[in-house]
């Protein structure tokens, strides 16, 4: 199942820096698209998301834009602080109230942020 | 914050023992869902469950799983008889509602080790 895709595996930035992850999916039909936070032991916290019907939303330092033509979103951290260092994880939905609501993961990015 | 909670944390169980993952969503929540994560691999879908009843369910979720909600506040997930195979993180989710309230939010997870 490769329908939503991260292409790298890890990413390495230096503290008040941007972080960028980026994240690529397939399915046309995706229409909700979500971050999330992974700390070992734990489960996904959610970060932010973004309907299909905007190209920007912003919360704080996290920023996500998503390009629908090229089938593609990234997650913008600024500044990047130690705190954030955490497996990020892209996921997508299909819309709808109840069916088509199944979250469709990437792989995760490890971000790792240098004091 | 509410949060999702989940007991236990982790699971040891023989081949072929049923066993029960519970989980407490947040209380004014509507969706309900499973996913497990293998080592290694991606975060899975499992099953959503809406209105008393299975939404959706993955080609990952036959016969040997279900789900039920005995209660207003439990969600449970019953492997019947579990397989090596099924050895991973189980997590349980919550939604309040329809868009814009689309985010998921995730409990800690069980570690489901089948020996």
């Known amino acids: 199942d490769q329908q939503v895709k991260q292409n790298s595996p890890s990413l390495s930035v230096q503290e008040g820096r941007i972080s960028i992850l980026n994240c690529d999916y397939t399915?046309?039909?995706?229409?909700?698209f979500l971050w999330y936070k992974k700390y070992p032991a734990e489960g996904p916290t959610f970060l932010i998301s973004?309907?299909?019907?905007?190209d920007k939303n912003e919360d704080g330092r996290f920023t996500v834009f998503l390009n629908k033509s090229a089938k593609h979103l990234s997650l913008h951290i600024v500044p990047s602080q130690p705190g954030d260092s955490a497996v990020y994880f892209c996921?997508?939905?299909?819309?709808?109230?109840?069916?088509?609501?199944?979250?469709?993961f990437g792989e995760g990015t490890q971000l790792t942020v240098n004091p | 914050e509410p949060e999702v909670t989940q007991t236990p944390s982790h699971q040891v169980t023989q081949m072929g023992q049923e066993v029960i993952l519970r989980c407490v969503p947040i209380?004014?929540?509507?969706?309900f869902y499973w996913y497990r994560q293998i080592l290694g691999q991606k975060v899975e879908f499992l099953v959503s469950?809406?209105?008393?009843?299975?939404?959706?369910k993955s080609e990952i979720f036959d016969d040997q799983f279900s789900v039920e909600r005995p209660d207003g506040s439990n969600f449970t997930l019953k492997i019947r008889s579990t397989k090596l195979e099924d050895s991973a993180m189980y997590f349980c989710?919550?939604?309040?509602?329809?868009?814009?309230?689309?985010?998921?939010?995730f409990g800690p997870g069980t570690r489901l080790t089948v020996l």
């Open positions: 996921a997508a939905s299909g819309g709808g109230e109840t069916s088509g609501s199944r979250l469709t």
């Open positions: 469950f809406y209105n008393n009843e299975i939404s959706e």
């Open positions: 973004i309907s299909s019907i905007k």
């Open positions: 209380s004014n929540h509507l969706y």
């Open positions: 399915n046309s039909m995706f229409d909700y």
């Open positions: 989710a919550s939604r309040r509602g329809r868009y814009p309230y689309n985010e998921q939010f």
